[in-house]
């Protein structure tokens, strides 16, 4: 018998037509579930693998055994019958795979290319009436999954997230989620429904991202938030040299999808993408999504700072790419903003201003570029400069979220009603973000609204209780606003649980002691701060304080002068100076200090204003109230200047003194005590147990004029049983583990 009538009898050949007819399906069924469920691309080569070794097996096994209805059975073994029995099995198994393979054929040639359209339109009943229901107008762009088989690429999935999110908003009609926000769900398995109602959209894109080599598959799809329903899905394949066609292309039906009918230069702006160099745009987006900790930016110099190095390359590769040096703008800005080091910080904003001015030259209609340069000015001082380019990049992409907010940081002290109005928007293209509360409460507190400013505050904390600046924003209310020193010192508590070496949470608390009249926990709390910030104004100048409340005026000069090396302009200096000129009886001196402090203010205002104008102006009352301590002063000039400050700044912590101080000069003694006992029900007590200038009551030459009458007496010892209540709650307070005491602090310090 030849060689082939063997293999004929022991069905070798049919059974390995069957295995091939068998295999292909299978490899096909494959690769649409592949396709679906978005499996690597190892899945499909691990499996033609497995195909290719099973079928010598099959083969060798055909040969020794044969199939029959009771099961396998050697060769030897077989007897005619079951021969024929095992000829008729195989051959029925061979006809049905190779009609299911011929049914897979016909469809795949004839109706693949509909099913492929298809994919846009929901198939099932309730997906149909989804998509006639609508899309809405608001969409949050989710991050991508990576699906690639090297971990590496995770950037690359980020990057395609972060392309499409800009895209999108350059959609007038669309309202999309900014990154921070929809980047908090990264890696989370949340439902669309919960993510909805936290970013307030009304549908979300998912996908996820599949590189293999050069080539790319992005598989998008389109889902409602309100119920769940999926809307679109549609895959996307190219090659990377096409990368930026593959986008715009995900981009177009998206948009198309949403029925959003985009004009031309709407278009123009979705498909820009500021280079033609793959690699150059590579490197980009390796920039922008390097993973980053502020801690390690303070000492760090550009030529080692990762993201700066990845934008050189890409610039190097496109010197023309508009975008990367706005980007790179951005990231020295930062790295001014981190250092502490002040030659690296001129450094850093110099480089700045020399990437902005380059992206702004490149392509002027760029958003980022003029954004870039108000940052620029900002970090320089040139407040009218920032607010100049910050609305340029608005009028340019009224979407763009970082000059939204650093415009609503530049005019929240002089219009804080349009501030407020720009970070509303802000709050609805980032609905997560915690940093708008808390400029919102700046706002709201410029125009008196306190009760306001403390909800948001509140909202803030609700989102993210681990930021401690919120609760020592909250305790700044609390005491300024509404005379609660014992719920400041609890918030304070938190901040300082949260970050025991922080400066505003240390100098908050010594403050709301030195309010409380706790001298003894004040010098504590006093002490602390010292050792931790040895250089920071607030330690240097606590003795000082301590010598003027102990009326040793001449030694709080003296300490003043040896203090000229530090900030010698500061408002605290020139106040201090200026009370103890006062409690020296020496009127003139005092006066110098207005003078002085006043010629300081105009310079800054020279320079756009290096202080925040809601600072700035206020601080000056400070000092100008030195000349209505003057026997004898009567002058309207000084008295105007104050009345308007008060008028315009109605929420200055200190305007009972300064209101009480003018009727007195008026010659209005029962409204300067209307005044004072207006400040026993809405002020702090312990603020107004020191004067503005950190003068006792006693030591004050302000309320002199008063002094011996039995209101005033009276007033004065209501006064001070109010701080003793003040200052036996916070007690109170401390021995629950309400208030956090300095020796729960130092241990914070100690442990690892």
Same mark, same amino acid.
């Given at each position: 018998m030849?060689?082939?009538?063997?293999?004929?009898?022991?069905?070798?050949?049919r059974?390995?037509?069957?295995?091939?007819?068998?295999a292909?399906?299978?490899?096909?069924?494959?690769?649409?579930v592949?396709?679906?469920f978005?499996?690597?691309?190892?899945?499909?080569?691990?499996?033609?693998v497995?195909?290719?070794?099973?079928?010598?097996?099959?083969?060798?096994?055909?040969?020794?055994?044969d199939?029959?209805p009771?099961?396998l059975v050697?060769?030897?073994?077989?007897?005619?019958?079951?021969?024929a029995?095992?000829?008729?099995?195989?051959?029925?198994?061979?006809?049905?795979?190779?009609?299911?393979?011929?049914?897979?054929?016909?469809?795949?040639?004839?109706?693949?290319?509909?099913?492929d359209s298809?994919?846009?339109?929901?198939?099932?009943?309730q997906?149909?009436?989804?998509?006639?229901?609508?899309?809405?107008?608001?969409?949050?762009?989710l991050?991508?999954?990576?699906?690639?088989?090297n971990?590496?690429?995770?950037?690359?999935?980020?990057?395609?997230?972060?392309?499409?999110?800009?895209?999108?908003?350059?959609?007038?009609?669309?309202?999309?989620?900014?990154?921070?926000?929809?980047?908090?769900?990264?890696?989370?398995?949340?439902?669309?429904?919960?993510?909805?109602?936290?970013?307030?959209?009304?549908?979300?894109?998912?996908?996820?991202?599949?590189?293999?080599?050069?080539?790319?598959?992005?598989?998008?799809?389109l889902?409602?938030?309100?119920?769940?329903?999926?809307?679109?899905?549609?895959?996307?394949?190219?090659t990377?040299s096409?990368?930026?066609?593959?986008?715009?292309?995900?981009?177009?039906?998206?948009?198309?999808?949403?029925?959003?009918?985009l004009?031309?230069?709407?278009?123009?702006?979705?498909m820009?993408?500021?280079?033609r160099?793959?690699?150059?745009?590579d490197l980009?987006?390796?920039?922008?999504?390097?993973?980053?900790?502020?801690?390690?930016?303070?000492?760090?110099?550009?030529?080692?700072?990762?993201?700066?190095?990845?934008?050189?390359?890409?610039?190097?590769?496109?010197?023309?790419?508009?975008?990367?040096?706005?980007?790179?703008s951005?990231?020295?800005?930062?790295?001014?903003?981190?250092t502490r080091?002040?030659?690296?910080?001129?450094?850093?904003?110099?480089?700045?201003?020399?990437?902005?001015?380059?992206?702004?030259?490149?392509?002027?209609?760029l958003?980022?570029?003029?954004?870039?340069?108000?940052?620029?000015?900002?970090?320089?001082?040139?407040?009218?400069?920032?607010?100049?380019?910050?609305?340029?990049?608005l009028?340019?992409?009224?979407?763009?979220?970082?000059?939204?907010?650093?415009?609503?940081?530049? +005019?929240?002290?002089?219009e804080?009603? %349009? #501030? =407020? /109005?720009? *970070? !509303? @928007?802000?709050?609805?293209? &980032?609905?997560?973000?915690?940093?708008?509360?808390?400029?919102?409460?700046?706002?709201?507190?410029r125009?008196?609204?306190?009760?306001?400013?403390?909800?948001?505050?509140?909202?803030?904390?609700?989102k993210?209780?681990?930021?401690?600046?919120?609760y020592?924003?909250?305790?700044?209310?609390?005491?300024r606003?509404?005379?609660?020193?014992?719920?400041a010192?609890?918030?304070?508590?938190r901040?300082?649980?949260?970050?025991?070496?922080?400066?505003?949470?240390?100098?908050?608390?010594?403050?709301?002691?030195?309010?409380?009249?706790?001298?003894?926990?004040?010098?504590?709390?006093?002490?602390?701060?010292?050792?931790q910030h040895?250089?920071?104004?607030?330690?240097?100048?606590?003795?000082?304080?301590?010598? +003027?409340?102990?009326?040793?005026?001449? %030694? #709080? =000069? /003296?300490? *003043? !002068? @040896?203090?000229?090396?530090? &900030?010698?302009?500061?408002?605290h200096i020139?106040?201090?100076?200026?009370?103890?000129?006062?409690?020296?009886?020496?009127?003139e001196?005092?006066?110098?200090?207005?003078?002085?402090?006043?010629?300081?203010?105009?310079?800054?205002?020279?320079?756009?204003?290096?202080l925040?104008?809601?600072?700035?102006?206020?601080?000056?009352?400070d000092?100008?109230?030195?000349?209505?301590?003057?026997?004898?002063?009567?002058?309207?000039?000084?008295?105007?200047?104050?009345?308007?400050?008060?008028?315009?700044?109605?929420?200055?912590?200190?305007?009972?003194?300064?209101?009480?101080?003018?009727?007195?000069?008026?010659?209005?003694?029962?409204?300067?005590?209307?005044?004072?006992?207006?400040?026993?029900?809405?002020?702090?007590?312990?603020?107004?147990?020191?004067?503005?200038?950190?003068?006792?009551?006693?030591?004050?030459?302000?309320?002199?004029?008063?002094?011996?009458?039995a209101?005033?007496?009276?007033?004065?010892?209501?006064?001070?049983?109010?701080?003793?209540?003040?200052?036996?709650?916070?007690?109170?307070?401390e021995?629950?583990?309400?208030?956090i005491?300095?020796?729960?602090?130092?241990?914070?310090l100690?442990?690892?």
């Amino acid at each position: 018998m030849s060689l082939f009538e063997e293999l004929q009898r022991r069905k070798v050949i049919r059974v390995g037509i069957a295995y091939l007819v068998g295999a292909w399906l299978v490899v096909q069924v494959a690769e649409l579930v592949a396709e679906s469920f978005g499996a690597p691309p190892w899945f499909m080569q691990m499996l033609l693998v497995l195909v290719a070794i099973g079928l010598p097996v099959a083969l060798l096994l055909s040969w020794a055994f044969d199939l029959t209805p009771q099961g396998l059975v050697r060769d030897r073994d077989v007897t005619p019958a079951l021969s024929a029995s095992s000829s008729r099995l195989l051959s029925g198994v061979t006809i049905v795979l190779l009609v299911t393979a011929l049914a897979y054929f016909v469809w795949e040639s004839r109706w693949s290319d509909r099913a492929d359209s298809a994919m846009a339109a929901p198939s099932s009943t309730q997906e149909k009436a989804a998509v006639e229901e609508g899309m809405g107008d608001s969409i949050a762009v989710l991050p991508f999954e990576n699906f690639s088989g090297n971990r590496e690429d995770e950037y690359f999935a980020d990057g395609l997230t972060d392309t499409l999110l800009h895209k999108l908003a350059q959609i007038d009609e669309l309202t999309v989620i900014a990154r921070n926000s929809t980047f908090q769900f990264k890696g989370q398995n949340r439902d669309v429904r919960e993510i909805g109602d936290i970013l307030g959209v009304d549908v979300v894109l998912e996908g996820s991202v599949q590189r293999a080599g050069e080539q790319v598959r992005i598989i998008a799809q389109l889902i409602r938030t309100s119920d769940g329903a999926h809307l679109w899905s549609q895959t996307f394949d190219d090659t990377m040299s096409n990368i930026f066609e593959l986008q715009d292309s995900v981009a177009a039906a998206i948009a198309d999808q949403m029925q959003f009918d985009l004009s031309e230069e709407q278009r123009r702006r979705m498909m820009r993408d500021g280079t033609r160099d793959p690699e150059a745009y590579d490197l980009l987006i390796r920039a922008i999504n390097q993973k980053t900790d502020m801690d390690d930016m303070a000492d760090v110099d550009d030529g080692d700072w990762p993201p700066v190095l990845l934008i050189r390359q890409a610039l190097e590769l496109d010197p023309e790419y508009a975008q990367a040096w706005a980007q790179l703008s951005f990231e020295y800005n930062t790295l001014a903003f981190s250092t502490r080091n002040s030659e690296k910080y001129t450094k850093f904003v110099g480089e700045a201003e020399v990437a902005a001015q380059q992206a702004v030259q490149l392509t002027p209609d760029l958003a980022d570029g003029h954004d870039a340069m108000g940052w620029v000015s900002h970090r320089k001082g040139e407040k009218l400069a920032a607010q100049k380019h910050f609305r340029k990049a608005l009028e340019l992409d009224p979407n763009a979220l970082g000059a939204m907010s650093g415009l609503a940081l530049q +005019i929240i002290g002089s219009e804080p009603e %349009e #501030a =407020l /109005e720009l *970070l !509303d @928007r802000v709050l609805e293209l &980032e609905p997560t973000s915690v940093v708008t509360h808390r400029q919102r409460h700046f706002a709201y507190s410029r125009l008196g609204r306190y009760d306001e400013a403390i909800a948001e505050l509140e909202k803030g904390i609700e989102k993210d209780p681990d930021v401690g600046l919120l609760y020592n924003d909250l305790a700044d209310l609390q005491v300024r606003r509404k005379g609660r020193v014992d719920e400041a010192a609890v918030n304070l508590s938190r901040f300082l649980r949260l970050s025991p070496h922080s400066y505003p949470g240390l100098r908050g608390m010594l403050e709301a002691w030195v309010w409380a009249s706790g001298e003894e926990e004040a010098e504590g709390w006093a002490q602390l701060l010292l050792l931790q910030h040895p250089n920071s104004e607030m330690a240097r100048i606590r003795n000082i304080d301590r010598l +003027i409340a102990a009326g040793r005026f001449g %030694e #709080a =000069l /003296e300490a *003043l !002068d @040896r203090l000229k090396n530090i &900030e010698d302009n500061a408002w605290h200096i020139f106040s201090r100076r200026a009370a103890a000129c006062l409690g020296m009886r020496q009127s003139e001196c005092a006066s110098q200090q207005s003078r002085a402090w006043s010629q300081e203010i105009e310079k800054r205002r020279e320079r756009g204003g290096s202080l925040p104008e809601w600072n700035v102006r206020p601080l000056a009352a400070d000092i100008l109230a030195a000349e209505l301590a003057r026997p004898g002063s009567g002058n309207e000039a000084v008295l105007k200047e104050i009345s308007e400050l008060l008028s315009e700044y109605p929420y200055f912590d200190k305007k009972f003194y300064l209101k009480a101080g003018i009727s007195v000069r008026l010659g209005q003694p029962g409204e300067a005590m209307a005044m004072l006992d207006q400040s026993l029900q809405d002020a702090a007590p312990g603020i107004f147990g020191l004067d503005i200038f950190g003068l006792t009551v006693e030591q004050s030459l302000l309320l002199d004029p008063l002094r011996g009458q039995a209101e005033f007496e009276d007033w004065q010892r209501r006064h001070i049983e109010q701080r003793k209540a003040v200052l036996q709650q916070m007690r109170r307070l401390e021995n629950r583990g309400e208030i956090i005491s300095v020796e729960a602090v130092k241990r914070l310090l100690s442990s690892p």
